[in-house]
């Protein structure tokens, strides 16, 4: 059975960073391409940032490319997400998942953005 706990979020001001992680257990990380996701209240869910399962491609959503940056360690079965320079359009609840959102929906991890 597929666990996976997302860690990292938090309050932080406008210009700030945060470095989410994602760790899963239950499954062979190597062999997925995997995402960062994105959910802010009253809005639908989006694809921020997806790295294949090598690691060695990454692509990003526009409202995000050059301050987020996504990467992996396959021998801890983890994924990253580095954001820098944040703003308040970025406050939202983050989730990671396969590429085709393929399991079920940890509970995520909240990050807020605000002066």
């Known amino acids: 059975q597929v666990q996976v706990v997302e860690s990292g979020g938090g309050l932080v001001q406008p210009g700030g960073s945060l470095r989410l992680s994602c760790a899963a257990s239950g499954i062979t990380f190597s062999t997925l391409d995997m995402a960062w996701f994105r959910q802010a209240p009253g809005k639908v869910r989006e694809r921020v940032a997806w790295?294949?399962?090598?690691?060695?491609?990454?692509n990003y959503a526009v409202t995000v490319q050059g301050r987020f940056t996504i990467s992996r360690s396959n021998a801890q079965n983890t994924m990253y997400l580095q954001m820098n320079n944040l703003r308040p359009e970025d406050t939202a609840l983050y989730h990671c998942n396969t590429w085709d959102q393929s399991w079920d929906w940890g509970q995520g991890t909240q990050v807020t953005v605000s002066s």
């Open positions: 790295i294949t399962r090598d690691g060695i491609m990454t």
